[in-house]
């Protein structure tokens, strides 16, 4: 699946759009409160018949995932491993999941790669580099069948999850 946000500004209140035919798979809507964000909801748009069209979302201050009415602590399925500045982060939902490996690239964004032999199942690029004489490009995402099958939606708040905490440090 190749997607992009259509809200470069803000990729919390944006719609995920696919590349192919520009229709839209996801919308993300974010509440504000007094001090900073509450929750991130991710709508699918095209829910399967007698399902709730809310997927799952995401508890910024409590730090907690929803996925499909489950709820999980950042802690519980985020571990850091290595030194203090080349730390790599490890995502996993639950033991019969599968466990990716997130880093972090300047150039080519967020990599998702699995850790048994570290072919990349997701991309999240967010264009970060002001242009002189063009626009930016969307942010994209892509995600390869691999990711496809169980982790969609984990993959995506995952890497949000990531890029708004790496845009909050810099």
């Not at 007698?50 to 950042?74: M, P, T």
Request: proline fraction near 5%; charged fraction near 30%.
């Amino acid at each position: 699946m190749e997607a992009y946000f259509d809200n470069k500004g803000n990729i919390l209140n944006a719609c995920v759009r696919s590349t192919r035919d520009k229709s839209v798979l996801y919308t993300l809507k974010t509440t504000f409160g007094l001090r900073g964000r509450k929750v991130t909801v991710l709508l699918d748009e095209n829910p399967p018949p007698g399902r709730s069209a809310h997927v799952a979302s995401l508890y910024w201050k409590d730090k907690l995932f929803e996925i499909l009415g489950q709820r999980k602590y950042v802690s519980d399925i985020r571990r850091k491993e290595g030194r203090f500045l080349s730390k790599t982060r490890h995502w996993k939902w639950s033991t019969e999941r599968k466990e990716y490996e997130l880093r972090y690239d300047e150039d080519e964004g967020w990599k998702a790669a699995l850790n048994e032999n570290m072919s990349i199942a997701a991309r999240f690029l967010v264009p970060s580099r002001p242009y002189l004489f063009r626009k930016p490009p969307p942010p994209a995402l892509h995600l390869t069948k691999t990711a496809l099958e169980r982790d969609e939606v984990f993959l995506i708040l995952a890497m949000l999850y990531s890029e708004i905490k790496r845009q909050d440090s810099t």
